[in-house]
């Protein structure tokens, strides 16, 4: 059975993710009230188990754990970060209802995820990565000279790009861009540090806009 020891432990881990790190770094209330729900909801759940057998247990438990990720992934579009920390509150509750032995394991497997997530998701790590979907005014077929268009356009050095459409008819180019900024614009703009895919096709500004 899960000791309160376990729970306090639960509690600590998954305040420091979600109110340390996820609120003061990203600040979606709605994903903050989900980790934390789904967070003791894996906990209490994992705990009312504990009594059973223990390959029996750890079955149901990722079982479970898989469940609630399909559901959750599936009611609306996430950010690869706030996948990651959706993944991390589920494997807290997890470790602390089935009460990992010894107790020392089991705080060393919750304090994992933590501090892991606490150095990549800082604003400094990899601060001049950005990723995102560009829609250029012009149908370029030729790789070289899309990527020097982009070069051109960004400012910036692109390290990869993949072509998403070439729309000759209306004349355009959509294409999905990684890249580094310059490490004075990295600094000034810490928080579109992104390393993952962009949700959705967004239309460029003027200011990003390609020339006819």
Wanted: no cysteine.
């Amino acid at each position: 059975m899960t000791s309160l020891l376990y729970v306090l432990a639960d509690l600590l881990a998954i305040g420091v993710l979600v109110f340390g790190l996820y609120r003061s770094r990203h600040g979606r209330k709605d994903l903050v009230v989900s980790f934390l729900g789904a967070n003791v909801g894996v906990l209490a759940v994992a705990a009312a188990l504990a009594g059973v057998s223990t390959t029996a247990s750890l079955g149901v438990g990722m079982g479970l754990f898989g469940v609630l990720s399909i559901i959750r992934l599936r009611s609306t579009e996430l950010e690869q970060h706030d996948v990651a920390y959706f993944f991390s509150s589920l494997a807290l509750g997890l470790i602390a209802g089935l009460g990992v032995q010894p107790v020392w394991l089991a705080a060393s497997l919750m304090a994992l995820p933590v501090v892991v997530l606490a150095i990549v998701d800082h604003p400094r790590f990899m601060g001049a990565a950005r990723r995102q979907r560009i829609i250029v005014d012009r149908a370029i077929t030729r790789e070289g000279e899309l990527m020097d268009h982009l070069r051109g356009l960004l400012g910036a050095a692109v390290q990869r790009m993949t072509v998403v459409e070439t729309d000759q008819i209306r004349d355009l180019t959509i294409v999905d861009v990684t890249y580094r900024v310059p490490r004075t614009s990295a600094r000034r703009t810490p928080g579109m540090s992104d390393a993952g895919p962009a949700p959705a096709i967004v239309a460029p500004s003027p200011a990003l806009a390609g020339t006819r």
